[in-house]
């Protein structure tokens, strides 16, 4: 446990002499939703879905994972999403874009974070305004059919017309159960019964959460590690190729040296504290072969790294349900015809040809059709049929 996790889980007399604030926070809280709810204050409505990700308490709660997931299974059926962040930088001005050459200082650990793991595949904005933000990115892309707000649970200024939530489910996820700044919550815990989808972040069975029967609840788990070459994300390395080799590992997190443990992976580890920004001096290792960190500190080298720098990677598995929820609701909003127009094949991204009565969307180009389940198409190769040679297109 770090000092934060100390923190977060205590109730000491400094925790009470925080908890007026608490509620304070929380009051204020409410007091917004109420301006916005009577109209005092008016909230914004972008031309595009938006789909809010966040955690009810701070950190990350595995939120950076499920974004990643988001955009590919949202790309997978033919959708083009863009994020907004507002970013935790020195950059409280105007939106700018993140990409992969972005520098840290600029926007931020977790925007580069995004940026490194997507790969650069949809665009990505941040700024302290959400809406401008928003706005801006539309702006700048607007083949982007759906936005991902990556935090702001909390912002009610801007419409959603998704909301899910990642609770950690693998520590005791809540603290010591209070708001800011007296405990990590960063709203009630009865807020998780008004989102679409709680998603619990699953890295061991130990404790289990009820978020009660009125809220969908899915399920998100470790899948393959593996691990890739900082300077060439394409360098691919499995688990054994790191058996024998003299290994320096930065990081701050006992889970992370616990699972090389597991993995049988013998290495000397060095702490990297939260938010600290690496220097080139920092991590000369004469005798390393191998330096190994997990994506979060990793990006943080990418200026001055070399090809001993090593990525550790976890995949995620995401219970199905959820994309069928997004999806559903994603429907609900673009309306019928509309969705079935902008979808484009997830292969070629050639326009598709709706069969109304066959249920199924026709690319002409690969000779696939997508089929519609539920009245929500299932943009994924593997699910498409062949269309053989006899059948006319
Ligand atoms: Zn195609």
Redesign the pocket.
């Known amino acids: 446990m770090n000092w934060s996790e100390l923190y977060w889980h205590r109730v000491t007399p400094f925790h009470v002499l925080l908890w007026p604030l608490s509620l304070l926070f929380i009051m204020v809280l409410a007091f917004k939703r109420l301006l916005f709810r009577l109209g005092i204050l008016r909230s914004v409505r972008l031309p595009v879905p938006i789909i809010f990700v966040d955690s009810i308490t701070v950190g990350d709660a595995g939120k950076t994972s499920l974004v990643i997931w988001l955009i590919n299974a949202l790309k997978a059926f033919g959708l083009r999403p863009g994020i907004i962040s507002r970013g935790y930088s020195e950059n409280y001005g105007s939106p700018i874009p993140v990409t992969i050459s972005s520098k840290l200082k600029v926007v931020g650990n977790r925007a580069l974070l995004i940026a490194y793991q997507s790969k650069d595949i949809c665009p990505i904005w941040i700024g302290h305004d959400r809406v401008k933000v928003a706005q801006a990115l539309l702006a700048a892309h607007p083949e982007c059919n759906v936005l991902i707000c990556e935090d702001g649970l909390q912002d009610v200024r801007l419409q959603r017309d998704l909301e899910i939530v990642v609770v950690d489910n693998s520590k005791q996820n809540f603290g010591n159960g209070l708001i800011l700044p007296a405990g990590p919550l960063r709203d009630s815990l009865s807020r998780l019964n008004k989102v679409t989808a709680v998603v619990m972040n699953q890295k061991s069975s130990r404790s289990l959460v009820n978020t009660g029967s009125h809220v969908k609840t899915f399920y998100m788990r470790p899948g393959n590690v593996y691990f890739t070459n900082l300077l060439n994300p394409d360098y691919r390395s499995t688990i054994s190729v790191f058996r024998d080799k003299s290994i320096h590992v930065i990081t701050d997190s006992q889970d992370f040296l616990d699972q090389l443990k597991y993995l049988k992976i013998n290495v000397r580890s060095h702490s990297a504290i939260n938010h600290y920004q690496f220097t080139k001096e920092d991590l000369q290792f004469p005798d390393a072969e191998i330096i190994l960190m997990k994506a979060e500190d990793a990006v943080k080298c990418l200026s001055f790294a070399n090809k001993k720098f090593w990525v550790l990677h976890e995949e995620i598995v995401v219970d199905i349900g959820l994309r069928e929820t997004i999806l559903k609701k994603l429907r609900e909003q673009f309306m019928d015809p509309k969705l079935l127009d902008i979808l484009v094949?997830p292969?070629?991204?050639?326009p598709l040809t709706y069969k109304k009565n066959e249920k199924e969307l026709i690319?002409k180009?690969?000779r696939?059709a997508f089929p519609i389940r539920d009245g929500i198409p299932v943009m994924l190769e593997e699910e498409a049929r062949i269309l053989p040679a006899e059948e006319e297109i």
Not at 347 to 350: E, N, R, S, T, Y
């Open positions: 094949c292969l070629c991204k050639g690319c180009a690969d696939l």
